[in-house]
């Protein structure tokens, strides 16, 4: 990964499907060790954004780049390794462990088991998982430490950028908190990119760099996060924001 250009970009992209628009030129950068929070409604296309860079949805016009190299059919393997996905169904296999559904993504990938091992003691510890909950099976754990499971699982082959899709909305307030602090703490150590998918605005002021705001597929408001929420420059991106504040 060169940090020096964007990890992942769009270009004037837009998706149809089955004739009927869902993203209309779409532009966004996601630079390195950076959070990106997309904010908007149901519907409004933030979860195709993210099968967009994930290489799941085809774009109907427009370039979608990762690493400034075009996503194409022959690098979708390498460019999904590359990426940690978790969202908030966090689809932890329910017949493996914990351990084991961390570990999954590492096997596909080929690693040795030493290798393996010390990865997962790594995420546990930043995400305060204990050896105990590890050897658990899911539904032995509370939704706060599945939740920190799919984070390490999405986090464990270092991937360049990690795409969270409501990821922590199925979490009570306090466990939500929790989860951020530790979220941040483990991004401290780990250099990559983070578009977060959301429909909660103070949760994308707490945790990201940058807020772009869509509506009906459209990017209606995007910059620092700072400047957004002092100036919104739209009516519905004003808003949302009046909403929250």
């Given amino acids: 990964m060169d940090i020096d250009r964007p990890v992942a970009e769009l270009k004037n992209v837009s998706v149809?499907?089955?004739?009927?628009?869902?993203?209309?030129?779409?532009?966004?950068?996601i630079e390195a060790n950076r959070?990106?929070?997309?904010?908007?409604?149901?519907?409004?296309?933030?979860?195709?954004?993210?099968?967009?860079?994930n290489g799941l949805q085809p774009a109907s016009g427009g370039t979608v780049l990762r690493d400034a190299e075009p996503l194409q059919p022959e690098s979708l393997r390498a460019t999904r390794m590359n990426t940690?996905?978790?969202?908030?169904q966090i689809g932890l296999l329910p017949h493996l462990t914990a351990r084991s559904n961390i570990?999954?993504?590492?096997?596909?990938?080929?690693?040795a088991q030493d290798r393996s091992r010390a990865r997962i003691d790594t995420l546990r510890q930043r995400l305060q998982l204990t050896d105990a909950q590890?050897?658990?099976?899911?539904?032995?754990?509370?939704g706060?430490?599945?939740?920190?499971?799919?984070l390490c699982r999405a986090m464990a082959l270092h991937p360049d950028l990690l795409l969270l899709d409501e990821?922590?909305?199925g979490l009570d307030a306090i466990t939500r908190n929790d989860t951020y602090v530790q979220f941040e703490a483990v991004r401290q150590d780990e250099i990559n990119a983070c578009l977060l998918v959301t429909h909660d605005l103070a949760e994308a002021a707490r945790l990201a760099d940058e807020l772009i705001i869509l509506r009906d597929g459209r990017i209606v408001r995007q910059g620092a996060r700072d400047a957004v929420l002092n100036?919104?420059?739209?009516?519905?991106?004003?808003?949302?924001i009046e909403t929250f504040t």
Avoid: C, E
């Fill in 167 to 169: 990821a922590f909305s």
């Fill in 144 to 150: 706060g430490q599945q939740q920190r499971v799919g």
């Fill in 35 to 53: 959070v990106v929070a997309v904010i908007g409604a149901s519907g409004s296309g933030k979860s195709t954004l993210l099968r967009l860079l």
């Fill in 16 to 29: 149809h499907i089955n004739g009927q628009p869902i993203l209309n030129d779409i532009n966004l950068k």
């Fill in 134 to 142: 590890l050897d658990r099976f899911p539904a032995a754990l509370s």
């Fill in 231 to 240: 100036d919104p420059q739209d009516a519905y991106a004003q808003q949302l």
């Fill in 84 to 88: 940690g996905y978790a969202l908030q």
């Fill in 103 to 111: 570990a999954l993504p590492m096997t596909l990938a080929g690693w």
